[in-house]
């Protein structure tokens, strides 16, 4: 117990034990600049100017364009640019699939496949068209035991957590 005390007292002196820094003019020797200073204020205003610092260089990389020259991070033009171009290609693909089956429905007409009176552009174009098939989303037996059991658990829960308040 002394022993550790003792390292205490022996930390806590040199921490806070005052020193001081001048500066001298070499010449004249004759005091420049003179300040009272402990350890622990130096530690303090180091610490502090070292988080400064960092927080400094970190708002200005994030906030400016300086961010781009780090490597992973892209320029907010490219990413617009890109965004935009994939809407582009996207409905470029629509109309794709659309001449391609107008153009197969010619084709069929040209070789005699299908009658002209059945030759309509707007059932053509209506076909292509892709629908969202229609899914099943009533919960299966598996589901409803689960959601059974989940709220068992929680009634028990509540139950236990009521039980602890009172």
């Known amino acids: 117990m002394s022993g550790k005390r003792l390292k205490r007292k022996k930390l806590h002196s040199k921490l806070f034990t005052k020193n001081r820094l001048v500066i001298l003019n070499e010449d004249t020797f004759e ?3 003179s300040l009272k200073l402990t350890l622990m204020n130096v530690f303090v205003v180091a610490s502090l100017g070292a988080i400064f610092l960092i927080s400094v260089t970190t708002f200005i990389i994030a906030f400016t364009p300086l961010r781009e020259f780090i490597p992973g991070y ?8 890109a965004a935009e171009l994939a809407l582009k ?19 069929k007409v040209l070789t005699g496949e299908l ?5 309509n552009k707007d059932s053509i174009l209506a076909a292509t068209t892709d629908t969202i098939p229609k899914a099943d ?3 299966s037996e598996e ?5 059974a059991e989940v709220e068992k658990e929680e009634k028990k829960a509540q139950q236990s957590t009521v039980k602890k308040k009172k």
Request: aromatic residues 10%; proline residues 2%.
């Open 115 to 119: 009658d002209y009176a059945k030759f």
């Open 137 to 139: 989303l009533s919960p």
């Open 143 to 147: 589901e409803l035991e689960l959601r």
């Open 31 to 33: 005091e420049t600049f």
């Open 89 to 107: 290609s996207d409905s470029l693909t629509n109309v794709l699939k659309k001449n391609q089956a107008y153009i197969s429905s010619i084709q």
């Open 74 to 81: 892209s320029s907010t033009q490219l990413k617009k640019d």
